[in-house]
């Protein structure tokens, strides 16, 4: 099946190889954690508040000693009724990329299956339905607007994270898949016209 599954939370993750692997399961928007930078990122965590107030956050870390640690202070830190805690089995082996086996020996999120992580969020009761990529802003829009590649790009992105209430760490990525989960198409085009 060559769809994703299309999710209206926020899916925090530890780090970019698990973002990795959940963007080519997940239509959703994927937040990593930097792992224990959270710990550290006031930022990052204020904004993964932001996003639990608003539309709910599943979080998925690996499932060893430091994922459970990472995993409490996320969880301490938001509203339990806009958390959904996704947990992923304990699996022996090391991830491909890595040449020798974690600490505790146990596959991290980016080593698990599509199989057994779809079967994982369906335990926790996560609800999905399929994708329908109806009209997406793409990077070809953000250039049309001049978020990208003019000289003033950069000021004009601010300004527009200031608008939707983001921080300024996020990549052109991930700006672009916070607004297809915030906003229609034309919901965007609105927006921009009052950015000048």
């Avoid at 698990?112 to 990529?133: D, H, I, P, Y």
């Amino acid at each position: 099946m060559s769809e994703k599954i299309k999710l209206q939370q926020a899916v925090i993750v530890e780090g970019r190889y698990d973002k990795i692997k959940l963007a080519g399961i997940l239509d959703a928007f994927i937040v990593e954690t930097n792992g224990f930078g959270i710990f550290n990122d006031k930022a990052k965590l204020a904004f993964i508040r932001k996003l639990a107030r608003e539309r709910g956050i599943i979080l998925l870390t690996d499932s060893d000693h430091a994922g459970f640690m990472i995993r409490r202070r996320i969880a301490s830190s938001v509203p339990q009724d806009r958390l959904v805690n996704v947990y992923i089995p304990d699996v022996y082996g090391k991830e491909k990329r890595k040449e020798t086996p974690s600490k505790e020996g146990k596959l991290g999120v980016e080593g698990m299956t599509k199989e057994v992580l779809l079967a994982a969020f369906e335990n926790a009761g996560v609800t999905a339905s399929l994708s329908e990529n109806d009209n997406p802003v793409t990077k070809a829009d953000l250039f049309d607007a001049g978020f990208s590649g003019t000289p003033d790009a950069k000021n004009k992105r601010k300004k527009l994270l200031a608008r939707l209430d983001l921080p300024e760490f996020l990549s052109a990525n991930s700006l672009l898949s916070c607004i297809n989960n915030m906003m229609t198409k034309e919901e965007f085009v609105q927006l921009v016209s009052t950015i000048e």
